[in-house]
């Protein structure tokens, strides 16, 4: 019987090493780079859901957008006075993408307004590039890609947070040049669960101490997108 005890012992300190590593976020790639861009699948995070268990806040990608256009522009223009009117025009644009696709647009818009700075851009993509989210970006000056016009470049990104929140096929033809690298699609149905996909390691490293800290004090890259839009859902 003390043999089989032992056995029995052994048995679930393994299984519960196994678990550990099925909701670690520390096992990602460090040539993975910024993942904005579906250069690396979500099965590369070994759990499906694995921020799901690990963020306190849930926000769907997929649904209807909860701002108006205007909330949107305001909020534009409140952070950015100086934006350049073609980008105080992407709201509807957003918005109408958006729901082509089921994916809330202003979450989408949240997204481009942290990824270029509110339209100030700085980075590595160039303002005449039409990707406001960074696609094809890995750092170190790589510009990634570009599209001819506004529209194509949110239609891209819309179809890129298709790719990882939902299942369904795209409606529109594809026009986002990494959906194809996307093989665990609907791994991530939450704006949280981009954190360490989208973006690469996707938390502030000065700040935290792994992914998993930064999804507990709400600080990763999905939590900062989540915030700018619950910020603009105040605008009146």
């Known amino acids: 019987m003390r043999v089989s005890f032992l056995w029995l012992c052994a048995a679930l300190v ?3 090493g196994c678990a550990y590593e099925a909701t670690s976020h520390n096992n990602l790639s ?37 701002c108006t256009a ?12 100086k934006a350049d009117k073609k980008y105080l025009l992407l709201p509807e644009i957003y918005i109408s993408e958006g729901a082509k696709e089921g994916i809330r647009g202003d979450l989408a818009f949240a997204q481009a307004l942290h990824e270029t700075n509110f339209f100030k851009f700085g980075g590595d993509v160039l303002p005449q590039q039409n990707n406001f989210a960074g696609l094809g970006t890995t750092g170190n000056g790589v510009r990634g890609h570009s599209f001819a016009t506004p529209q194509l ?3 891209a990104q819309i179809q890129h947070l298709k790719a990882y929140a939902s299942t369904a096929p795209l409606n529109n033809p594809c026009v986002d040049p990494r959906f194809r690298y996307v093989k665990n699609r609907g791994c991530a149905p939450y704006i949280e669960d981009l954190s360490g996909r989208w973006a690469f390691p996707g938390y502030d490293t000065k700040k935290y101490g792994s992914l998993r800290d930064a999804l507990q004090h709400r600080g990763s890259y999905g939590d900062k997108i989540r915030k ?9």
């Open 14 to 16: 393994l299984l519960s």
């Open 30 to 66: 460090p040539h993975a780079t910024r993942m904005t861009v579906g250069n690396a699948s979500c099965s590369d995070i070994k759990s499906s859901h694995t921020t799901e268990k690990l963020s306190q806040i849930h926000t769907r990608i997929t649904g209807k957008a909860r």
């Open 70 to 81: 205007e909330q949107m522009r305001k909020f534009l223009k409140k952070r950015h006075p």
């Open 153 to 155: 470049g949110v239609r």
């Open 228 to 236: 700018l839009c619950e910020e603009m859902e105040q605008v009146k």
